[in-house]
């Protein structure tokens, strides 16, 4: 599968631990947005990389939240200090922008779902 | 405040009626619109997209959709549905200044035998 994919895909934790999601994008794709989305709701922009700069942040949740993409390939997001509110399905997107463009389709991983209890 | 709403929430059809959903944007300035749906149990996958050009697009398994400028909308439609179409269907919006897709919250489209 060449798709974009997610690990894990479902993730039970205590509150107060660290959780740290993964996304591997398709290969070519120079953008990697994070999203979150909770029941009966949209996905939820959280932040952005292009190749590996993070180029939008502001819309991460909390400090509590943090994303990497130190090579421009695969993608990290932590949560620290998790809380039950952060209970969710956190999904990881992949496109390719060229130069000039708005933005490409975004292809969505199947998400990684976060149980605080 | 800039937003994406989808009216229905929950919908429920007969196989062979037509669907329309309902999507309205408050974005000024110039928007892309796009159309995602997520069958059970599957990833978020693109149903059709409008940048520019002809208001009326088409897309995947029959699907349309219409920009209307004046009524800040992009309905979705489709003349007959069938069971397989029952997902969550979900509007979304991008400005030409942007960078992220914004998301309506979805509509539930349950269709029956």
């Known amino acids: ?117 | 405040a800039q937003s994406v709403s989808q009216h229905n929430h929950h919908v429920i059809l007969s196989e062979a009626a037509s669907l329309e959903l309902g999507c309205n944007y408050s974005y000024g300035g110039t928007v892309n619109l796009f159309w995602y749906v997520q069958y059970p149990g599957q990833h978020l996958q693109l149903l059709l997209k409008y940048f520019s050009g002809d208001p009326l697009v088409k897309g995947i398994k029959g699907f349309e959709a219409e920009f209307i400028k004046s009524k800040f909308s992009f309905n979705l439609r489709k003349p007959s549905v069938q069971w397989s179409d029952t997902a969550e269907y979900f509007c979304a919006v991008i400005l030409n200044s942007g960078y992220a897709l914004n998301f309506g919250k979805g509509t539930s489209l349950l269709v029956t035998p």
């Open chain 1, 1 to 117: 599968d060449t798709g974009v994919s997610q690990d894990p895909r479902h993730k039970i934790t205590k509150r107060g631990q660290n959780v740290t999601f993964r996304c591997d994008p398709i290969s070519e794709h120079n953008r990697l947005y994070w999203y979150r989305q909770t029941l009966g709701q949209g996905p939820e922009f959280l932040t952005y990389f292009q190749n590996e700069a993070q180029l939008e942040k502001s819309r991460l949740l909390s400090d509590r939240f943090s994303a990497e993409r130190p090579k421009g390939s695969f993608s990290t997001l932590e949560i620290q200090r998790t809380e039950q509110g952060d209970s969710a399905m956190y999904l990881c997107a992949s496109s390719l922008v060229r130069s000039g463009a708005i933005t490409g389709e975004l292809f969505f991983g199947e998400g990684s779902r976060l149980t605080v209890l």
